[in-house]
Structures are given as C-alpha cells and as structure tokens.
C-alpha cells in the first residue's frame, strides 16, 4: 500500500520569502507524484508531477519540486513567495504499475501555506 | 465549457433528502472519480468508473449511489444522508494508460447535510 505523508499542517511566511513544502512517500514500486494546489471553495489545480524523467520537475507559478528516491521525497518549493500563493497544497502518489482502481492517487493531509506581507 | 464541471456547487438537504450531483468532463478522457473532502481529514477516494465501468468502490455506505452513463458524465446520486456527511465532494478524470497519467479535478460541491 502506498501513503503520503506531509508536514506541517500550518506553514507561515514573509512575502519573499523561500516556500518549503514537504512530502514523503512509500510505495512499492516506482510511483508517480503530484503536486496540487487548492484555492479556497475552488477544487484542485495540477501544480506540477513527477514521472520518472527529470528528477527536479517545474512547475507552473515559479513552484518546483525535486524527487529523491533515497530519502522518499518530492519536497515543493519556490524561491520568492507571492500572497497569491496563499491556499492548501496537496501532495498524491499513483502506482503507476497498478490496476486502474487502484492508481487512483492517495493523498497527503495537506498543508496550508499563509504569506504574510 | 473546459475542464471538469460540476453542479450544483452548494447544496443544503435534509437527512430524508434523496438529492444528486452531476460531473461532466470535457476533455475526452475514460476514467471518472469521485472524491470526498471532509475537513480534518485527507481527500478520500470513493468510486473510480473506467470506460464507464465501475472498478472501485472504497467501503462507501450504499446510501451513496453513482451512475456513469457514458463516458463525460458521472452522478453521485444521495439519499437518507447523515450530517457526518458534509463535505466537499469532489469529481475528476484521466485518461488510462498515459504515461504520468494525471487526474484533472472539477471546482466541487459542498453539501450541508442537515
């Protein structure tokens, strides 16, 4: 069985400030990974994912993430916060080697970025 | 209309309700989700339908109830809802078999059960 796991519920920064977002993963085979982001009352954008190509994957809004198969992770960053970029951020795993009910993605518990000015 | 819709985007029932959502995808892909968002706790898979079959079932209580009449419409029919229900129930689509197959979600519903 695959899981995500993120932490950090709450993370607060200063407008300019970097944006760490982090994300480990289990799975036992190669999987592939997400990154969405949640506005509020609004569902869930692709921010960017991770396929076995590049292991630093850019994505839209200056965000980016980088995959390191030894420690399990796909960390989200971006140099230079914006208060636009304020709202929930999901982390997902697919296995790509799955049945198709069960590459549907498992989710991290989100977390929740505020920017302050 | 892009992307995946759903309607109604608020909803308020009562427990004796029988009530339903719609989910309409228009970019030809022939996998359909449904999710459910309930605060405090992660995103829940609940039904995935592939080429219009269902494959999953995630242990939902039968009082929800989806239909996937072809390929770019999903419902989620409910009934005799509880108020441990209220949540924001969320609709999206892939396509199988591409390579990083990537799930596009809709803006969701949010049902008040009352």
């Known amino acids: 069985a695959q899981s995500v796991t993120q932490l950090g519920s709450h993370v607060s920064v200063s407008e300019g400030a970097l944006v760490l977002l982090r994300c480990n993963y289990s799975?036992?085979?190669?999987?592939?990974l997400f990154w969405y982001v949640q506005y509020p009352n609004q569902g869930l954008q692709l921010l960017l994912k991770?396929?076995?190509?590049?292991?630093l994957v850019k994505g839209i809004n200056g965000f980016e993430a980088e995959f390191k198969k030894s420690e399990t992770s796909f960390h989200l960053t971006k140099p230079s916060a914006h208060m636009s970029d304020a709202a929930e951020y999901f982390c997902?795993?697919?296995?790509?080697?799955?049945?198709?009910?069960?590459?549907?993605?498992?989710f991290g518990s989100g977390t929740r970025l505020q920017v302050q000015p | 209309e892009t992307g995946v819709t759903q309607t109604p985007r608020h909803l308020v029932m009562g427990m004796t309700n029988k009530k339903s959502l719609k989910c309409e995808q228009h970019?030809?892909?022939?996998?359909m989700y449904w999710y459910k968002q309930s605060a405090k706790k992660p995103l829940e898979l609940m039904f995935v339908?592939?080429?219009?079959?269902?494959?999953e079932n995630n242990s939902v209580p039968s009082r929800f109830s989806p239909e996937c009449p072809n390929s770019s419409h999903l419902f989620l029919h409910l009934h005799t809802l509880q108020p441990e229900d209220s949540a924001l129930y969320l609709c999206?689509?892939?396509?199988?078999?591409?390579?990083?197959?990537?799930?596009?979600f809709g803006p969701g519903t949010r049902l008040l059960v009352l």
């Open positions: 799975s036992s085979v190669p999987p592939y």
């Open positions: 999206a689509s892939s396509q199988l078999g591409t390579f990083g197959e990537t799930q596009y």
């Open positions: 339908y592939s080429l219009e079959e269902r494959v």
């Open positions: 997902a795993v697919s296995d790509r080697g799955a049945d198709t009910g069960r590459r549907a993605l498992t």
């Open positions: 991770y396929t076995s190509a590049a292991t």
């Open positions: 970019l030809g892909h022939n996998a």
